[in-house]
T-cell receptor, first 116, second 109 residues
Framework: ETGVTQSPTHLIKTRGQQVTLRCSSQ?????VSWYQQALGQGPQFIFQ???????GRGNFPPRFSGLQFPNYSSELNVNALELDDSALYLC???????????????FGEGSRLTVL | RKEVEQDPGPFNVPEGATVAFNCTYS??????FFWYRQDCRKEPKLLMS???SGNEDGRFTAQLNRASQYISLLIRDSKLSDSATYLC??????????FGKGTSLLVTP
């Protein structure tokens, strides 16, 4: 519905492995943010990318890293997975004006990661 | 202390009832305030922005009290389709949104 697509939708990994999650932003949106939502919690800001550069980062360790590509799509990489990394990972896109001025982020349906 | 605090509920109300949700935030430098709605196992979606003067969108009214660092959402004439989790959201950085844990609402027939 929002035009933001994420893949994969579900995945299972074991502790210590690495994972890459992908996001295609809504057409016309050049800013992508990633959020982690643990069960029963609100989404927590991981980082934001604008014009292929990290534009801000939340309180997450360096093993959480990302990329943004020229077509504004993005990847979230998590190394050395821990059990607590089990969560729904949400990608959100916004335009330079909508994100800052209205707070409207357009979220994808998320990638649900389970770490065993 | 969490930056955004909400009563998690659940709030169980009959159709047609009026229900109010409250939220407090800790960072006095916060500049932008919102309510998002999240349906079960779906992504969050913007419900409405919140302004100091208060604002209304149909059956929904949002209020902000900067002095008390308090935000509210009032839903009048509740519908079954209002059942969802309501997330209080605050921003001070201009790029990151700080979400509360959410308040769960169940509207029953």
């Amino acid at each position: 519905e929002t035009g933001v697509t994420q893949s994969p939708t579900h995945l299972i990994k074991t502790r210590g492995q690495q994972v890459t999650l992908r996001c295609s932003s809504q057409s016309g949106h050049n800013t992508v943010s990633w959020y982690q939502q643990a069960l029963g919690q609100g989404p927590q800001f991981i980082f934001q990318y604008y014009r292929e550069e990290e534009n801000g980062r939340g309180n997450f360790p360096p093993r959480f890293s990302g990329l943004q590509f020229p077509n504004y799509s993005s990847e979230l990489n998590v190394n050395a997975l821990e059990l607590d990394d089990s969560a729904l990972y949400l990608c959100a896109s916004s335009s330079p004006t909508s994100g800052r001025n209205t707070g409207e982020l357009f979220f994808g349906e998320g990638s649900r990661l389970t770490v065993l | 202390r969490k930056e955004v605090e909400q009563d998690p509920g659940p709030f169980n109300v009959p159709e047609g009832a009026t229900v109010a949700f409250n939220c407090t935030y800790s960072n006095s430098a916060s500049q932008s305030f919102f309510w998002y709605r999240q349906d079960c196992r779906k992504e969050p979606k913007l419900l409405m922005s919140v302004y100091s003067s208060g604002n209304e969108d149909g059956r929904f009214t949002a209020q902000l009290n900067r002095a008390s660092q308090y935000i509210s959402l009032l839903i009048r004439d509740s519908k079954l389709s209002d059942s969802a989790t309501y997330l209080c959201v605050v921003s001070h950085s201009g790029y990151a949104l700080n979400f509360g844990k959410g308040t769960s609402l169940l509207v029953t027939p």
